[in-house]
T-cell receptor, first 116, second 114 residues
Framework: AQKVTQAQTEISVVEKEDVTLDCVYE???????LFWYKQPPSGELVFLIR??????QNEISGRYSWNFQKSTSSFNFTITASQVVDSAVYFC?????????????FGTGTRLKVLA | SAVISQKPSRDICQRGTSLTIQCQVD?????MFWYRQQPGQSLTLIAT?????????ESGFVIDKFPISRPNLTFSTLTVSNMSPEDSSIYLC???????????FGPGTRLTVT
């Protein structure tokens, strides 16, 4: 059965610290997609990244980086030198290609608080 | 990425009434989704709304309670019927790229039922 687990409910860090948000997924599909979204207090979900199951290359975008490891079914998200504006709820999501539905399975989210 | 707008952005409604939420996209898209996000919770998919077919509802959601229309490739509505305080949530629509699987979300409608 498909599932996305974000075990960290809430994380607090001081500004400029690095922080890693964990995401562990379960799927039987060989082709799937993983995503990260940011939901700031305004409520809108902001797309951050998509990763295909056949592409394990890690990615860096500015202060953001993602570590995809199929061996451990994890897709972790690291923010380097965190800033107050990074405070938000972050969601990891999975979409399975075989279903043909394009539906997402969302994790429960991790609330990140960056303190000045 | 698509630009998505929702109306209303928020509303306070009396129990027993209905509210229709509109979702407008700036480009033609095949796949649209409606989600509910209860306070402090993750997103739960209500239904998939594809143009030209009936909406497909997820377990726990029924058409009588959440009727959906999808008259064209840029527009959809979700109605929350016979509302109760338990329906107080954020309702979001999203659209999917069929080649990329990415979903882009509207700003959401914050509904409070009193």
């Amino acid at each position: 059965a498909q599932k996305v687990t974000q075990a960290q409910t809430e994380i607090s860090v001081v500004e400029k610290e690095d922080v890693t948000l964990d995401c562990v997924y379960e799927t039987r599909d060989t082709t799937y997609y993983l995503f990260w979204y940011k939901q700031p207090p305004s409520g809108e979900l902001v797309f951050l990244i998509r990763r295909n199951s056949f592409d394990e290359q890690n990615e860096i975008s500015g202060r953001y980086s993602w570590n995809f490891q199929k061996s451990t079914s994890s897709f972790n998200f690291t923010i380097t030198a965190s800033q107050v504006v990074d405070s938000a709820v972050y969601f990891c999501a999975l979409s399975e290609a075989a279903s043909g539905t394009y539906k997402y399975i969302f994790g429960t989210g991790t609330r990140l608080k960056v303190l000045a | 990425s698509a630009v998505i707008s929702q109306k209303p952005s928020r509303d306070i409604c009396q129990r027993g009434t209905s509210l229709t939420i509109q979702c407008q996209v700036d480009s033609q898209v095949t796949m649209m989704f409606w989600y509910r996000q209860q306070p402090g919770q993750s997103l739960t998919l209500i239904a998939t709304a594809n143009q030209g077919s009936e909406a497909t509802y997820e377990s726990g959601f029924v058409i009588d309670k959440f009727p959906i229309s999808r008259p064209n490739l840029t527009f959809s509505t979700l109605t929350v019927s016979n509302m109760s305080p338990e329906d107080s949530s954020i309702y979001l629509c999203s659209v999917a790229g069929t080649k990329t699987y990415e979903q882009y979300f509207g700003p959401g409608t914050r509904l409070t039922v009193t």
